[in-house]
C-alpha cells in the first residue's frame, strides 16, 4: 500500500502562483512514475503532469507546460507541482498519484484525496 496526502492548495488570483506538495509513504518503491491530475466540476479528470521517481521522463499536458513544473525529492518521498501564471480554468481539485504510468489514470494505483486550486478572475 501506499499513502499520498497533498497539500498546498488555495485561493489565488488570476496569474499568481501556488505550489503543491505530496508526500508519499508506504510501498513507494513499488512505484515507476508519480503524477498530478486535477478535475474541475462537471468534467473528467484529466492529466496534469508526470514524473519518474528517477527523473528521467517527465510529462506535461499541453495546456499546462510552460507554466506548470513538476518536481520531486526522493529523500523525502515527495513530488511537487509549481503551477505559475494560473488562470481561471485551472481550477479544479488536484489529485497527486502513484503508479506505473505517466499520462493514463488507468495506470495509477494509489490517489491521495485531493486539494482544491480555486483561481479568482
Known amino acids: 500500500q501506499v499513502q499520498l496526502v497533498e497539500s498546498g492548495g488555495g485561493l489565488v488570483q488570476a496569474g499568481g502562483s501556488l505550489r503543491l506538495s505530496c508526500v508519499a509513504s508506504g510501498r513507494t518503491f513499488s512505484s515507476i512514475a508519480m503524477g498530478w491530475f486535477r478535475q474541475a466540476p462537471g468534467k473528467e479528470r484529466e492529466f496534469v503532469a508526470a514524473?519518474?521517481?528517477?527523473?528521467?521522463?517527465?510529462s506535461y499536458a499541453d495546456s499546462v507546460k510552460g507554466r506548470f513544473t513538476i518536481s520531486r525529492d526522493n529523500a523525502k518521498n515527495t513530488v511537487y507541482l509549481q503551477m505559475n501564471s494560473l488562470k481561471s480554468e485551472d481550477t479544479a481539485i488536484y489529485y497527486c498519484a502513484s503508479g506505473r504510468g505517466m499520462t493514463y489514470a488507468s495506470l495509477y494505483d494509489y490517489w491521495g484525496q485531493g486539494t482544491q486550486v480555486t483561481v479568482s478572475s
Open positions: 514524473i519518474t521517481w528517477s527523473g528521467g521522463s517527465i
